[in-house]
């Protein structure tokens, strides 16, 4: 499976962007997907999952109520909105395919990339 990010760009403070990422063929669909960012001197962190089989979706502490991970299967993409951008969201988004630990799909901390990323895109963020 490839997948290709898209949708970055220098936006605003408090502005929004939607990423996309699309997947090369359908059996993505039946996969968990997720997305990370890195920022300049950091480490890559994880933003937002969503669970194929129950559409679970997750986000970690920093964008929830701002970011919104969703997926349509007909497009082989997953989707990541957001909203009321941050400087500190500044950073390169990257989707890739995730998993949970068993039994523990509920925790966001149990999520973690598997065998597939995307090439990643640049957000920055002006104040």
């Known amino acids: 499976v490839q997948l290709q990010a898209s949708g970055g760009g220098l936006v605003q403070a408090g502005g929004s962007l939607r990423l996309s990422c699309a997947a090369s063929e359908s059996s993505s669909s039946f996969k968990d997907m997720g997305w990370y960012r890195q920022a300049p001197g950091k480490e890559r962190e994880g933003v937002a999952y969503i669970s194929n089989t129950d559409g679970l979706t997750l986000y970690a502490d920093s964008v929830k109520g701002r970011f919104t991970i969703s997926r349509d299967t007909s497009k082989n993409t997953v989707y990541l909105q957001m909203h009321n951008l941050k400087p500190e969201d500044t950073a390169v988004y990257y989707c890739?395919?995730?998993?949970?630990?068993?039994?523990?799909?509920?925790?966001?901390?149990?999520?973690?990339?598997?065998?597939?990323w995307g090439q990643g895109t640049l957000v920055t963020v002006s104040s």
């Open positions: 890739a395919t995730v998993a949970a630990l068993p039994g523990s799909a509920m925790r966001f901390s149990a999520w973690y990339p598997t065998n597939f």
